[in-house]
């Protein structure tokens, strides 16, 4: 970490570096254990999901040219990540309370604004909330609270807007109420 307290010529020096990128990989500066995956498969019972998906089997049936696209089945599907989202978060929202009980921070994501809400919510005060909508200062203060606050012990985030580009190594949980297409 550099210290420029004191320092002179700031303005100069970002400019002369603008152009200039300083990579660091994760193994370089980060002791971090092996990544562990377990899926977590759940039976929707959702009428609304039932006639999203029949609607879609008809559509892929009676409209072979069109739905050989994969961008318009993608469109036509996004319906139905949204209720699939929204199906998930109180199962989601039962595992983020035992691995809490645990003693662990947890980091939640999600693709969708009302599902990540609702998690949000739920865990109130002991929870941080960073989406695309979020300022800078409001992103910043959500990593550093969560980072730094023994309080904070939920950080709920959009995949898009916080799955990049900062460090939170206070959680040893990662839980995706819903994965994207890519």
Known sequence: VWNVN?????????????KQILRRLKTDVLDLPEKIINPVYLRLKSKEYENLMGEYYDWYRNNKEESSSLTIQFSKLMKVRQVIADEK????????ENILEQGKKVIIFSNFTE??????????????????????????????????????????GNIKAAGVGITLTSAEVVIFNDLSFV
């Open 89 to 96: 978060v109180s199962q989601t929202i039962e595992l983020a």
């Open 115 to 156: 599902p990540l809400k609702r998690i949000y919510e739920h865990f109130g005060k002991s929870a941080v909330y960073l989406d695309g909508s979020s300022t800078k200062p409001a992103r910043q203060k959500a990593v550093d609270d969560f980072q730094d606050n023994d309080k904070v012990k939920v950080f709920c």
């Open 6 to 18: 004191g320092a002179s010529n700031l303005d100069e020096l970002r400019d002369r570096t603008s």
